[in-house]
């Protein structure tokens, strides 16, 4: 069964987007629930007591998805924060961890333009799966299934870096959160690439990105940060993403898991983005 979630990152939660005024979480719990979602990932404006958390999703009838981890596999690596996160995750029910890669000013520069030649070197990617591969473990002695997230900006954002990913780690310990929007951003069709990796499927952010800007933002060479702020990331249905193939793809490869749509800096107000993702996937496939 697909099931569908939103993140609090539609709202502006993200660390990086400093050109987004904070709003409180009540709020942005309520907006959820007026557009139509009952399960949010949790992120760090949100309660991090979980008999708070329990208390403020209890009230509006919200389910916990899971929750996005930045961490540093490649430099000063450090689990407990993620690990923090998990435990949380754990007391409400979920046992989904989402973890990416940091992003590094380097890679958020070029982003949408990466070669080969600006990936890790051999000795730090070894580093990076190592690590990535201790934290799921830990996760799993936690009781919780650790989605690796592809993501713009990183030394994980390219098709062929997605790849030499999956196939240098444990299928047993690292699933893939499949974000369709940084997929595309970098280079790869999102389509295709979840029907060749539907085994490693174990999560999926739905964005969906407007060609005529990335095609922009590709030319001018902005920033990922810059693109984001153009409103690269537009609503469901208006962009490039081929989405009734995507929902095909997923429902032809029997994926059961969650389907969080992802729309960071609504082009739109938040509320009425998040309403008109919902009612996108309401009336074409009867998510």
């Known amino acids: 069964m ?3 979630g939103t993140a609090p990152v539609n709202w502006g939660v993200d660390p990086e987007y400093t ?7 009540r709020e942005i719990l309520d907006e959820m629930c007026l557009a139509g979602y009952d399960a949010t990932e949790w992120a760090y404006t949100f309660p991090s007591d979980p008999d708070e958390l329990r208390r403020e999703l209890g009230a509006r009838k919200m389910a916990l998805a899971s929750s996005f981890c930045s961490v540093d596999f490649l430099g000063a690596y450090d689990p407990e924060p993620a690990l923090k996160v ?20 380097e890679r958020y520069a070029k982003a949408g333009r990466i070669e080969a030649s600006d990936g890790p070197s051999d000795g730090d ?62 280079g790869t069709d999102p389509v295709a690439f979840a029907a060749e990796h539907a085994d490693r499927l174990g999560y999926v952010h739905l964005k969906d990105v407007d060609a005529a800007r990335l095609r922009h933002a590709r030319e001018r060479g902005l920033a990922f940060l810059e693109a984001v702020r ?6 469901l249905g208006h962009g490039a993403l081929d989405l009734p193939a995507f929902i095909a ?39």
């Not at 050109?19 to 979480?25: A, F, G, K, L």
């Not at 998990?86 to 000013?105: F, H, M």
């Open 2 to 4: 697909i099931r569908v």
């Open 19 to 25: 050109w987004i005024e904070q709003r409180p979480y």
């Open 249 to 287: 793809t997923l429902r032809a490869v029997r994926y059961e898991g969650w389907l969080i749509v992802e729309q960071d800096s609504a082009t739109r107000s938040p509320l009425e983005s998040a309403r008109m993702n919902r009612q996108y996937l309401k009336e074409n496939f009867g998510l």
């Open 230 to 235: 153009a409103g690269i990331f537009v609503e």
């Open 86 to 105: 998990c435990r949380l995750l754990k007391c409400l029910g979920s046992r989904d961890l989402l973890v990416a890669q940091r992003g590094t000013p």
């Open 125 to 186: 990617w070894r580093r990076l799966v190592a690590n990535l591969h201790d934290l799921a473990e830990r996760a799993r002695q936690l009781g919780a299934r650790a989605a690796f997230h592809n993501h713009a900006g990183t030394a994980v954002e390219t098709g062929p870096e997605l790849e030499r990913l999956c196939a240098d780690t444990d299928p047993a310990l690292v699933r893939l959160c499949l974000d369709t929007g940084h997929l595309a951003y970098g």
